[in-house]
C-alpha cells in the first residue's frame, strides 16, 4: 500500500514563496512519477507539476512554468514544490499523486495514488 502524506501549506501573501513537501511510503519508488495536482473552490483539480523518481523529464502547466519547481529527494522518499512568487490564483488544495508507470502523465485519472492534500492560501 502507498501512502502519500503532504505538508507544508499555509496562508501566505502574494510574492511570498512557499515549499510543499509530500513524503511517500510503502513501496520502492524507484520507477513512480510523482506529481503535484491542485483544486481550487467550485474547480476542478488540475496538474501543476510532475517528475519522474529519477529527478528526470520535470513537467510543468503553463499557469506555474517558471514560478514553480518539482524536485525530490531519494534518500527521503520524498518530493517537494517550491512555490514562488505566489499568486491569489494559486490558493487551492495542493494533492501529490503517484504512477508506477513511469511516464509523466497529466490527467487526474492517470494516477493511482494520492494523498489527502495540503492548503495554500495566497492573499493579495
Known amino acids: 500500500q502507498v501512502e502519500l502524506v503532504e505538508s507544508g501549506g499555509r496562508l501566505v501573501q502574494a510574492g511570498d514563496s512557499l515549499r510543499l513537501s509530500c513524503a511517500a511510503s510503502?513501496?520502492?519508488?524507484?520507477?513512480?512519477?510523482m506529481g503535484w495536482f491542485r483544486q481550487a473552490p467550485g474547480k476542478e483539480r488540475e496538474f501543476v507539476a510532475a517528475i519522474s523518481w529519477s529527478g528526470s523529464n520535470p513537467s510543468y502547466a503553463d499557469s506555474v512554468n517558471g514560478r514553480f519547481t518539482i524536485s525530490e529527494a531519494n534518500a527521503k522518499n520524498t518530493v517537494y514544490l517550491q512555490m514562488n512568487s505566489l499568486k491569489p490564483e494559486d490558493t487551492a488544495v495542493y494533492y501529490c499523486a503517484a504512477d508506477q508507470r513511469g511516464s509523466i502523465f497529466y490527467r487526474v485519472s492517470d494516477y493511482a495514488f494520492w494523498g489527502q492534500g495540503t492548503q495554500v492560501t495566497v492573499s493579495s
Open positions: 510503502g513501496r520502492t519508488f524507484t520507477r513512480y512519477t
